[in-house]
């Protein structure tokens, strides 16, 4: 009998939406569950990324012996190079898994560093100080995902990671519920359940429900067709490529994300390409529409996506035309709203055909699990304490709820936490412990060469050091052109010959307003990104400064 005690410690992801980390600890050792990022929504505009805040990993470095990945989604894994910049230690998930922060390390420079990346296979056992995991294949709108069973002295932790059961996936590789059951017979001290789709009934549908929609697409479509999805959803890039093959239509993927994880999933064995299928970005305009699928980045409207820029027709290689039909193949973000639907309105004003949203068959299936699938997971774990994860409090508690109905189960309790309330368990049993320190950091990720040590910038270094910088232009809803020169308010930014410095830096976003289209100008998404980024490079080379910058667009 062991009188250390096992603390659950969530970091991210608990009572929020994204950005999921979870850390584990039995006495001096420490081990993490995913290091995720969140998107940030419109009224934080001027970062591009917010993480969770590692001060509690960072405050005890020396103990954190692994970071362990269930999956590839941003929402898991996009803090890690974040994380890995202050926390060294041995980083374990699938090999697709690993492919994807490897690129993201490689994005911040950050290769270099010592970082272990260690491939782990499904049903692979690891040892890891006092927890010994195992990798539970799951399915998932992404491939490659696991959940995690992890036995420590006091007894058995299942992760679930995120998953849905797709019985019928387009790989064939199922759910392994058989290990599930496993565990559960042997006994299951705590349960870790993604909560996300709790408040949909029933069961999600599977990956190839989307099949007849797309089949309907492919049969009817004129002219081009061009697809935003995930780059991630393998599984859907697949059955693209599928479709495409039988009807005679040359693919072209559009867009960095687009094309360097379709490379990795290809190189991995993971998405099969038929000789031949493949169209150059370049030569998109030079064959007939009728026999061409562009499949793009950028399912958010992210302004500087394939898919945004395409719909405003600032594409080097793709315009849209009448007869052409454009199809969003994923869900929206909460938060992204406005983005997309102004991004649907810009495609519609070029003439092409949009299909988004819900429907019969469905364009888009959810990677999550709804209800019915929830309570197969309980039933088949049967654990003596429950946490429902991954959510906003409402998923928690009505996922905490949907536990309380299945009173044969005997758990003994459910913890609803959130992010940095702790969960001890000894063994006497759990209770609620102290909290630790957390918080969001927003990151601004600068331009391609900036160097390591400017990569963590949190905004109160933002403020203190660097100071705001608020452009203010006033653009005319009817011509569409600016009013007036813009104006530029400053507060903490210092430079030898600030007031110089300043006047230029009005003139570069003068001209980057002058270069837009006036499609563009009219849309004030578009241009504040595009003057922000603009204007970042500029400081940035005259002064080597890091300035917030928030433009404000005003339409008169
Ligand atoms: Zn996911």
Known sequence: MTDKKLQVIPLGGLGEFGMNCLALRYGDDIIVIDAGMMFPEEDLLGVDIVTP??????????????LLLTHGHEDHIGATPFLLSEVSAPVYGTPFTLALVERRLKEHELEDVNVSLNPVKPGEIIEIGPFKVEFIHVTHSIVSAVALAITTPLGVLIHTGDFKVD????????????????????????LLSDSTNVDRPGYTQSERAVRPRFEDIFTRAQGKIVITCFSSSVHRLQQILDLAAESG??????????????????SQGLLEIRDGILLRTQDIMAIPPEKVVVVASGTQGEPMSAMARIAVDDHKNVYLEKGDTVVLSSRIIPGNE????????HISRRGADVIYGNMDPPVHVSGHASSGELKLVLNLVRPRYFVPIHGEYRQLSKHAALAGQMAHLGIEETFILETGQVLEID????????????????????????????????????????????????????????????????????????????????????????????????DAGVIQEKIRRDLKRFINKEASRRPLILPVILEV
């Open 249 to 266: 239509r040359k693919v072209a993927f559009v867009g960095r994300s687009m094309l360097s994880v379709t490379e990795i999933a290809h």
């Open 167 to 190: 019985p019928t996936p387009t790989d064939n590789l199922l759910f392994d519920l058989h290990t599930f059951a496993e565990y559960g017979k042997r006994g299951v001290l705590l």
């Open 427 to 522: 063994h006497r049993g759990a209770r609620r412990g102290d909290d630790v320190p957390v918080g969001r950091l927003c990151i601004d990720s600068g331009t391609v060469d900036e160097v390591v040590e400017d990569l963590v910038i949190r905004d109160r270094r933002h403020l203190s050091e660097d100071g705001f910088i608020v452009p203010i232009v006033a653009i005319n809803r009817l011509t569409g052109k600016s009013e007036g020169a813009p104006e530029i308010v400053s507060r903490g930014f210092v430079s030898e010959d600030g007031s110089d410095l300043l006047r230029r830096a009005a003139r570069v976003v003068a001209e980057t307003i002058e270069r837009a289209s006036p499609e563009e100008r009219s």
């Open 338 to 345: 406005k983005a997309i639907y102004r991004m649907i309105n």
């Open 53 to 66: 805040d590692f001060a509690y990993l960072e405050e005890n470095k020396q103990h954190v012996r692994a």
